[in-house]
Antibody
Framework: QVQLVESGGGVVQPGRSLRLSCAASGFTFTTYGMHWVRQAPGKGLEWVAVISYDGSIKYYADSVKGRFTISRDNSKNTLYLQMSSLRAEDTAVYYC??????????????WGQGTTVTVSS | QTVVTQEPSLTVSPGGTVTLTCASSTGAVTSGYYPNWFQQKPGQAPRALIYSTSNKHSWTPARFSGSLLGGKAALTLSDVQPEDEAEYYCLLYYGAAGVFGGGTKLTVL
């Protein structure tokens, strides 16, 4: 079955970097766009970034532009989120999710269970 | 800054019908905003319900439907069940960038 498993979360000091990973299985990873979405404690969902099926096109929320980089390794069926210059307000559960239609940007269908990032000194 | 607005909370009786809406600060919501709807229960990851206005996923119960209504995206739940009590989020696209609404807490009472 389709599965997404995030990893790489943890506690990190402000200003430091962290890389999240999302391992995909059960579908043809190379044909779907992928998203990162986050949720701060007790808050709603926030869209973070999307990457096209081949990694050639990327878009970011204004809140992370210039600090976060989304990427993918299609040979490893893995999505990444490189986060730098982390701030307290980046504290959240980070979810990866796939697009519902091949070669598509819009929306998500399957979500991972999330990985928690805490930015604190 | 673009804002997507949902009702903060709604209450519905079991077996009843309720419509949740999703408005854009930029004006009327059209299919070009590719409205998506998600359900989230406490302690769980979000679950996708609707994409591109009205398309259901294979797991979406038939009692859930998406539409455009009065310049907004809408999610209608018919024959509401106790297990439908949850937070519901809409997602709209502005170009290729997504913006979630603040969520609607649906109480089934």
């Amino acid at each position: 079955q389709v599965q997404l498993v995030e990893s790489g979360g943890g506690v990190v000091q402000p200003g430091r970097s962290l890389r999240l990973s999302c391992a995909a299985s059960g579908f043809t990873f190379t044909t779907y766009g992928m998203h990162w979405v986050r949720q701060a404690p007790g808050k709603g969902l926030e869209w973070v970034a999307v990457i096209s099926y081949d990694g050639s096109i990327k878009y970011y929320a204004d809140s992370v532009k210039g600090r976060f980089t989304i990427s993918r390794d299609n040979s490893k069926n893995t999505l990444y989120l490189q986060m730098s210059s982390l701030r307290a307000e980046d504290t959240a559960v980070y979810y990866c999710a796939k697009t519902p239609v091949t070669y598509y940007f819009y929306g998500m269908d399957v979500w991972g269970q999330g990985t928690t990032v805490t930015v604190s000194s | 800054q673009t804002v997507v607005t949902q009702e903060p909370s709604l209450t519905v009786s079991p077996g009843g019908t309720v419509t949740l809406t999703c408005a854009s600060s930029t004006g009327a919501v059209t299919s070009g905003y590719y409205p998506n709807w998600f359900q989230q229960k406490p302690g769980q990851a979000p679950r996708a319900l609707i994409y591109s206005t009205s398309n259901k996923h294979s797991w979406t119960p038939a009692r859930f439907s998406g539409s455009l209504l009065g310049g907004k995206a809408a999610l209608t739940l018919s024959d509401v069940q106790p297990e439908d009590e949850a937070e519901y989020y809409c997602l709209l696209y502005y170009g290729a960038a997504g913006v979630f609404g603040g969520g609607t807490k649906l109480t089934v009472l």
